[in-house]
């Protein structure tokens, strides 16, 4: 696996240095699609809470101590955060980079001033090492080409002690006992066969905790790392649903004209009535681990 080599302070030198041409293409691609809907992400978890009142951002922000030194990757226009502003973390202690400018503009307009947020790649952060007491990182593993890079970065980057927290999901999924998520991409699919139209730079990413939370190094991480399946639900009409299906990356691959007539055919394919409200629901994964104090020996290191 190829590596980033570091300066003085730590620093990787040269951000391009062993970035594979698929991390390439998906990064082209995240940036355009949020250039084009910077807060996509956030517009379509809007209202979306547990049966105890909670978001996304505030089911992940509940995990990270006050007082402690954070950093969002990906942090998009910035909603966690803003979630973690709110329930009193000191602004100067919180730090946000996303590859989108369009996305940092957005979290600034939304009065994140006081934190610090950078354009940056999260597989070549642009800290010194034992720098945060905290990664975060909503909704951004999964669209990784190779996380790998990135744990190893977050190892460089965390204290000792310090603790990665990571929510993945795979956006909404069912709306009135239907995979809604599975309607639209069946849309999709019969319209991109049908245009000749290349699909996304976002197939087989790691979506599942066990995939992320395996990459961890056991020297340096502690190997009791949790994870929890939430669920998220609203309700939504069928236009609304169709509405929320628009913010995925997917819906960005059809062309202005054809919109209203896939909207038409997942409208007829939801086989719902048009004014009928009924729950939608996203699933999401939290998972928290813990870097090691210190690290431990490998296992050939220890005398029998
Ligand atoms: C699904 S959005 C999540 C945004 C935000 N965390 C939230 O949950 O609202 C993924 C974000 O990760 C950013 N991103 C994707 N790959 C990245 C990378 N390699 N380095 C930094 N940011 C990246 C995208 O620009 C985008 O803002």
Redesign the pocket.
Known sequence: MASFEHDARGRPKDKDFGVTSDELA??AF??EA?CRRPG???RS?QGCVTTDGLD??QLLSQHVPLESHVL??????G??LNTLVTEGHQPARLMG????RR?LMLARAHRLNPVRMLQ????ALPFRRAHFDCVT????MM??PQPQK?IDEVTRVLKPGGRFLA?LGGGPKFCNGQNLLSVFLNVLEAYLKDSGRPSPHLNNRATAPDQISNLFPAQQWSSDWHYSTHYLERQASPFDAWELCTELYEFDLIARSERPILRETFLRMTKLGAHMTGPFAYFVDTLSIQKRVTPSRPAHDIPA
Do not use: N
């Open positions: 998906s990064r995240l940036v949020h996509r992400t956030a978890l996304s951002y969002d990757l990906g942090c998009g226009d909603p966690l980079i996303d590859l989108s996305e940056a790649d999260c597989s990182a909503h909704l951004v669209l990784l990135t929510t």
